[in-house]
């Protein structure tokens, strides 16, 4: 079956250190990951978008590699602070004739000052 | 430049009543997408409309849901005879038509509870 996996218990880490998330998925051949933050009673606002034929992305403090081998993405925030903390969703985008997004479940990022 | 509006913000229907959810997509943005979001789940894809098109409905429940996106106006997520199943955030993204969706802009969401 199709699936996507993200952490779902809670990362915590200290002000000024990397935080990683990772997603997993199996049995989808995505065109494109993308990476969305989620603020609680909030929309997911877009990050960072990788493709297939690109192994790494970043974006100011933001770093996102994508192994198509593994099906594996991971998502660094470096010198993460408090205002860092949200839940973070990896979705998939599928070429299905229009860019349709499929979500993981998202993980809860807590830094800490 | 003002992001997706999404009407109301909240929502609070009793099982049988109609839920009507509006979505104004961002200037220029011709593509609409309905998500819903239950609780402890994460984002599902439930339709994907142009302007007077509906171009992909494969998440959309056969039955008590509609959407549209008239000419003019707001896109529409219509919910009939609601169950309390249906209580979740649901949200609508738009893109442009130049990027064929590959950054979506989410709205803020509307939270249905039914009673």
């Known amino acids: 079956s199709q699936k996507i996996e993200q952490n779902s218990e809670a990362l915590n880490i200290q002000e000024g250190k990397t935080a990683t998330l990772t997603c997993n998925y199996t049995?989808?051949?995505?065109?494109?990951l993308q990476w969305y933050r989620q603020d609680p009673g909030r929309g997911p606002v877009f990050l960072l978008l990788i493709r297939e034929n690109e192994k790494e992305k970043r974006k100011e403090r933001l770093k996102v590699t994508f192994d198509t081998t593994l099906k594996q993405s991971l998502f660094h925030i470096t010198a993460s602070q408090p205002a860092d903390s949200a839940t973070y969703l990896c979705a998939l985008v599928m070429n299905t004739g229009f860019q349709k997004l499929v979500f993981g479940t998202g993980t809860r990022l807590l830094v800490s000052p | 430049n003002a992001g997706v509006m999404q009407n109301p913000r909240h929502l609070v229907r009793r099982r049988g009543q109609e839920a009507r959810l509006r979505c104004s997509p961002m200037k220029g943005h011709s593509h609409v997408y309905w998500y819903r979001q239950l609780p402890e789940e994460g984002l599902k894809f439930m339709v994907y409309l142009q302007k007077e098109n509906i171009i992909d409905e494969s998440g959309m429940p056969k039955e008590r849901f509609s959407a549209e996106f008239p000419k003019e106006g707001p896109s529409i997520l219509r919910i009939q005879q609601v169950v309390r199943g249906d209580s979740a955030a649901y949200f609508c993204?738009?893109?442009?038509?130049?990027?064929?969706?590959?950054?979506?802009?989410f709205g803020p969401g509307t939270r249905l509870t039914v009673t």
């Open positions: 993204a738009s893109s442009p038509p130049s990027r064929g969706g590959y950054e979506q802009y």
């Open positions: 049995n989808y051949s995505p065109a494109y």
